[in-house]
């Protein structure tokens, strides 16, 4: 089943140039495989989550829910598994993915429903109690903190790094609040995070036609100063 998210967004639309012929990321193409008991319900809402937040990035991703791995592709694996936490007061991973000895991010992210669940049990203080809610409300809050845990590990993925950032989609640590609230805000990425993506995705050869306009308007500036 192929689920499109978003539309690829034009890059530098902001910019004096955009009245140019602009350079376009093609979307990205992740594989989801998802446990059978998973409420294909709450599988939609998170993969909305996380592309609407990669959306406003200017990525779009078309997600291609299977039931066998692609291996040219990234894959998302949404499951039950809680991972391993090595320290008692660790916080609760809703998701992970992980690196090669090189450094390099594996081409899969796993999201952990059971862990989601967990956090939602654990912010009592914040939010009702999951098992009074009806399932339409808990679906909708368990997939906004499944997708924004998502969208986080898909960023270390793309920006093909283990860095966190002080900010943002990319911070190492992230509050139960912050994962089940409306507000999407904390989970932007910043401009310098938008550009190293738009580099990786966008064809050489895009970016090789952008060139001339790019330093002809470069020269112009400079001889006016």
Do not use: C
Request: glycine share 6%; net charge neutral.
């Amino acid at each position: 089943m192929l689920i499109d998210t978003s539309l690829v967004v034009a890059l530098l639309a902001s910019s004096p140039l955009a009245a140019r012929p602009l350079v376009t990321a093609p979307p990205v193409t992740v594989t989801v495989i998802v446990a059978s008991d998973i409420s294909p319900t709450l599988v939609t809402r998170v993969l909305a989550e996380a592309g609407d937040i990669w959306r406003t990035a200017g990525v779009a991703i078309v997600w291609r829910v299977e039931s066998t791995i692609s291996p040219s592709t990234l894959r998302v694996v949404i499951g039950h598994w809680t991972g391993l936490i090595v320290h008692d007061d660790a916080a609760l991973p809703l998701g992970w993915i992980l690196f090669d000895d090189s450094g390099a991010p594996r081409p899969e992210v796993y999201v952990s429903y059971a862990n989601a669940r967990a956090l939602m049990d654990q912010a009592r203080g914040s939010i009702a109690l999951s098992e009074r809610m009806p399932r339409a409300e808990r679906d909708t809050l368990l997939g906004r903190a499944m997708g924004r845990a998502l969208a986080h590990e898909m960023g270390h993925y793309l920006l093909a790094s283990k860095a966190h950032s002080v900010g943002g989609l990319m911070r190492a640590r992230l509050t139960a609040t912050e994962f089940f609230a409306l507000d999407r805000s904390p989970f932007d990425l910043d401009s310098q995070q938008r550009a190293a993506i738009a580099g990786r995705l966008t064809p050489p050869a895009a970016v090789a036609a952008l060139q001339p306009s790019v330093h002809s308007r470069q020269s112009i500036v400079d001889g006016i100063r």
